[in-house]
């Protein structure tokens, strides 16, 4: 079998594709590429490691640089990645840059989790690339993480991560409560992605009255998808048991008041400085919880 040959062919056969039709040319363009990883992963195995080098040479001059040696090396380990059964349906499904981005995390269990966020949400290789910068996979908890790997359903609160990130681009130095306020509300759109999807904003420093004092609710949130509002809390020291009564009492105000008879039950969420596993231990409402923020 003349392996240099059928991949030149491939390659070739790609190209025209690409300038010839536009749908579906990236769906096509990867299952080329993983095609030529299988060769590649042939030929290196019959002739050793250092075809891929002759390959590349002769490629970059009779079809165009960009085939160069880092090039096929990339396509063997899409083949590679991705060559048992239960990968392949999933490989023509995502560009070829994501695949890049997703291709070096080795781990399975990561890569099918970025993998799925690309699917459900159509990730850009921007977007990808920010949330694997952010460890995002790394954040969940091991309970969460082994629900993902049987595939069994999550709450709401599973999907936040632990720390969440916020983002300081004016490069504040002195993080009061105000202050880490108005850094989330400055990067909004950025902050509801950390904690998952589905999230909407309905107003931050919420203000509600109970008996003859007013409160104000630091953020009010609604998440379409669990169907419920969720009350967030910031703080910038360590957790504390106060902390647990002030929210359910926010809490229980948006159940009696704003929730209707079709909603779930509100979630709240306490982001602090440092968490405390035993005062969580001992809340008796499972529907809050907490999260330690780290600024960036």
């Known amino acids: 079998m003349n392996y240099y040959n059928e991949i030149k062919d491939k390659l070739i056969e790609n190209e025209i594709y690409a300038k010839v039709k536009d749908y579906s040319k990236e769906k096509h363009r990867v299952i080329t590429y993983f095609e030529i990883g299988k060769l590649l992963y042939e030929a290196g195995s019959k002739y050793g490691d250092n075809i ?55 781990d399975k269990n990561k890569m099918n989790y970025y993998i799925n966020q690309c699917l459900i949400y159509n990730l850009s290789k921007r977007q990808l690339q920010e949330k694997i910068k952010n460890n995002e996979y ?37 993080i009061t409560e105000k202050v880490l306020h108005n850094l989330i509300i400055e990067n909004l759109p950025s902050f509801m992605k950390e904690l998952g999807t589905g999230y909407s904003f309905i107003d931050n420093e919420y203000k509600i009255k109970i008996g003859q004092r007013y409160n104000y609710i630091d953020l009010l949130l609604f998440n379409y998808e669990f169907n419920c ?3 967030i809390e910031l703080k910038v020291t360590e957790l504390k048991k106060q902390y647990i009564g002030q929210i359910q009492i926010y809490m229980d105000y948006i159940d009696k008041n704003i929730r209707k008879s079709y909603h779930d039950k509100t979630i709240g969420i306490i982001i602090c400085k440092r968490n405390n596993e035993y005062i969580i231990e001992y809340c008796s409402n499972k529907k809050i919880i907490s999260r330690e923020y780290k600024i960036i």
């Open 52 to 106: 891929i080098g002759k390959y590349a040479e002769k490629l970059t001059i009779e079809i165009g640089k960009k085939y160069n040696t880092r090039t096929l090396r990339s396509m063997r380990q899409l083949y590679f990645s991705f060559k048992d059964d239960i990968w392949k349906p999933l490989v023509s499904k995502l560009s070829w840059t994501n695949l890049l981005l997703i291709m070096p995390l080795k």
């Open 138 to 174: 790394d954040r969940l908890n091991k309970k969460t993480k082994d629900k993902l790997i049987l595939n069994n359903n999550l709450d709401i609160v599973e999907y936040i991560p632990n720390p969440i990130i916020i983002k300081n681009k004016e490069n504040v130095e002195i």
């Open 229 to 231: 509002f969720v009350v």
